[in-house]
């Protein structure tokens, strides 16, 4: 009995200490470095479905995954400050962020590009901040208020928009929106989680345990798909391999998780609102791929309620 109200009086301060970061993270000025910060994940990972595409040419769905986090894993081993020690209690939440923004749905979107275009898939992650704001109302425990809600509809229409056209189309492009869709739902908890972390333990540190914990996690499936792989090796996939390992999964992920504990989760998913536009741009005219009107369409209407929703974020706080 004693221990336990000593264990609650010491964590108090380190409780409140850390909702007051939370809470100045939300309201601060950006500067210079938020800026570069908030471009490099949008850009970077809006081009990725373009090489996910282009890998798919020579590798096996199942391949993709675990090649890129291998390399994002030796890129950032190379950093320093990734060896920073992190405590044995915060090893739980970093396999969970392993499992939820790393292994599963960096997985989900090679096998669901077999099913949509790139572009409809840039488009649909667009509304990655939606499903953010919507797990950290969960976790709070609170309704949202009246902005974040009409930016929730706006977003959700939006999303309606630019899968209905796929849908369309048949069960199997329903069925690679549906992945889509579920995997955004895994971002909008593996954002929640990992701006905590990093304001405690630091971006590199965080990141480069989780990169190592999804690499066993993925070694598995790797393996299998290695040996099943028949398709014809081309130097451009094994390039876009490199692309989405080196800068989507080590640069652009240091990015946006030390972008989520300088600005706090909402905020930083804003860097988002590029994905559509840069995915769009390169399927369309690189990738020449067909994109309905209403999708675009859709995909403005999504980035429009999440600007929306950050908006209201911020003035709720």
């Known amino acids: 009995m004693q221990r336990a109200t000593i264990e609650r009086c010491v964590n108090q301060p380190v409780n409140n200490d850390l909702s007051a970061r939370r809470t100045a993270a939300e309201v601060s000025p950006l500067q210079p470095l ?55 209690s915060a090893w739980r939440n970093i396999v969970l962020l392993a499992l939820v923004w790393l292994a599963v749905p960096l997985t989900v979107f090679p096998y669901a590009e077999q099913h949509v275009s790139s572009s409809v898939t840039g488009m649909l992650n667009g509304a990655t901040p939606l499903f953010v704001a919507m797990v950290a109302g969960v976790i709070a425990r609170r309704f949202p208020p009246r902005g974040q809600i009409i930016g929730l509809a706006i977003g959700c229409i939006g999303v309606v928009l630019i899968a209905l056209p796929s849908i369309r189309e048949g069960s199997s492009s329903s069925f690679g929106v549906a992945l889509i869709i579920g995997a955004l739902m895994l971002y909008g908890f593996a954002l929640n989680i990992a ?123």
């Open 34 to 88: 938020d800026w570069l910060l908030l471009l490099t994940p949008g850009v970077v990972w809006g081009s990725s479905f373009y090489f996910i595409a282009i890998a798919l040419r020579s590798f096996a769905p199942g391949m993709i995954t675990p090649m890129r986090v291998v390399l994002g894993c030796i890129t950032l081993t190379f950093v320093p400050g990734v060896r920073a020690p992190v405590p044995r």
């Open 195 to 317: 701006s905590p972390l990093q304001q405690q333990f630091g971006a590199l540190p965080v990141l480069w345990r989780a990169e190592i914990v999804a690499v066993v996690m993925l070694a598995p499936l790797g393996i299998y798909s290695t040996l099943n792989n028949d398709r014809p090796f081309e130097w451009v996939a094994l390039a876009a391999v490199l692309a989405l390992g080196v800068l989507g999964t080590a640069v652009a992920h240091y990015a946006m998780v030390m972008l989520a504990g300088r600005l706090g989760s909402t905020r930083a998913s804003a860097s988002l609102y590029l994905m559509p536009a840069v995915s769009l741009a390169l399927g369309v005219v690189v990738n020449n791929e067909d994109v309905a009107l209403l999708a675009i369409v859709g995909s403005g209407v999504a980035v429009l309620g999440a600007y929306v929703l950050s908006r209201s974020r911020q003035k709720a706080v």
